[in-house]
């Protein structure tokens, strides 16, 4: 009998022992992720202060995204502080730094979206606002809309308080030169993409709740009045607390066709994905399958993070609670 019993026994710590290891690991109380574009480039022969700046570029949003986190604030400020970060660096395609379109204007586009209540904003279009995610998150914030363009989006904006500015203060001598290298040629009318372009974030906060947006000054030398993914809701941005949040970066109008970001999300839910298998279907399967560049960064409700790109490179990165930052150029890092 007692011999009956320590088998007993050692049955129930054994099953004991397996229902721990299948337990999910604890979700973390934060994650953040971001990145800043994707792209052709001879990652190869870039330099080592070339990439340093991109990197500490990338820390720097991190940096600023973790501030809001780690005291407790929401995973759309923590998009928001990050993404702002991003549109200030001149080394990336948003706000300061962004592309000229054919007319050699310089146009803006964002999105943002909150996983609770799903609630969304995006703006097209934009030349003046210093900072395109707040005017996105203004539109989200009054509720009345979603999307708006130009200067009914301006004007909206700079009547919540939105910081506006010159066009001038946009330009750098680097976007504009190759814009004046392309209109003199006319070599360059089907633009590869360019490594430094979108920028976005995705976070989890301490309270479960996810976000995501994405900022650009899109695709160099684009036609006056195009809109790519960005600031499409479900292309470019999206956000579920059900499953996930996604930024995009890529070839715009594949993203729009196929739905990228939402697209994720609704593997996740209907079909019982994780979050990596949604993310690689979609990016290194079906969009490699049309030859459709680009990639995603998502997190999802447990705080798991997808990084995938079809692309040489994408600028990406991300931090945990507790854990040093993360951040890499090229696939071999």
Known sequence: ??????????????????????????????????????????????????????????????????????????????????????????????????????????????????????KAGAVGMVGIIKHPILAAKAVMDDGRHVFLVGRGAELFASSKGVDTVSPDYFYTKERYDAWEKTRKTRLEREFPLQPKGTVGAVALDMNGNLAAGTSTGGMHYKRVGRLGDSPVIGA????????????????????????????????????GQSLQEAANEVVMVRLAALDAGGGIIAVDRKGNIAMPFNTPGMFRGYVRAGEKPYVAVSKEK
Not at 37 to 66: I, N, P
Not at 106 to 113: G, K, L, P, R, V
Not at 242 to 269: L, P, Q
Request: with cysteine.
């Open 1 to 118: 009998m007692q011999r009956y019993l320590i088998l007993f026994c050692l049955m129930i710590l054994s099953l004991a022992g397996f229902a721990q290891k299948a337990m999910p690991e604890e979700r973390p109380p934060y994650v953040l992720v971001v990145h800043g574009g994707a792209g052709a480039m001879e990652w190869e022969h870039m330099s080592d202060e070339a990439r340093r700046g991109y990197e500490a570029g990338l820390l720097e949003a991190l940096s600023a995204g973790e501030e809001v986190l780690k005291k407790g604030g929401t995973s759309i400020d923590a998009v928001v502080a990050a993404i702002a970060r991003l549109e200030d660096n001149p080394l990336f395609n948003a706000g300061r730094g962004a592309v000229f379109n054919e007319a050699g204007q310089i146009a803006h586009d964002a999105s943002i979206m909150e996983g609770k209540q799903g």
């Open 236 to 271: 470019g941005t999206w956000a579920d607390n059900n499953s996930c949040a996604v930024s995009a970066t890529g070839h715009g109008e594949y993203f729009i066709r196929n739905a990228v970001a939402s697209d994720i999300s609704a593997r996740m839910k209907y079909l």
